[in-house]
């Protein structure tokens, strides 16, 4: 079992910044691709960003493309999203979530490819 814990959410203006962490508990944190994902109300679930088990590849949504930053730490089992030049529109609860898989260089973007979840954290981008 692995547990995410999500925080570095809050409220920013537009055009400002912010930084979620995502830690995460086992000693196999690099066998997961990680990605985050948002969700804002009354919307589906949409993926945001994703880095493969050692880091060597990214993916983000066209929405985030050169704004957000994905990262991740395998000596600290963290998994991080830089968020820079914020819009209203990013306003959503993000969460966290991690994929097992084989190859290091397998970048899921689909919610149900992803085992295990976080609980969230919120973003609030003021206009």
């Known amino acids: 079992q692995v547990q995410l814990v999500e925080s570095g959410g809050g409220f920013v203006q537009t055009g400002g910044s912010l930084r979620l962490s995502c830690a995460t508990s086992g000693r196999t944190f690099s066998s997961y691709a990680m990605g985050w994902f948002r969700q804002a109300p009354a919307k589906e679930r949409e993926f945001v960003a994703v880095i493969t088990r050692f880091g060597s590849t990214t993916v983000y949504a066209d929405s985030v493309k050169g704004r957000f930053t994905i990262s991740r730490d395998n000596a600290k089992n963290t998994v991080y999203l830089r968020m820079n030049d914020l819009k209203p529109e990013d306003t959503a609860v993000y969460f966290c979530?991690?994929?097992?898989?084989?190859?290091?260089?397998?970048?899921?973007?689909?919610?149900?490819?992803?085992?295990?979840w976080g609980q969230g954290t919120q973003v609030t981008v003021s206009s």
């Open positions: 979530a991690a994929a097992l898989v084989r190859n290091y260089y397998v970048t899921p973007q689909a919610a149900n490819e992803y085992d295990y």
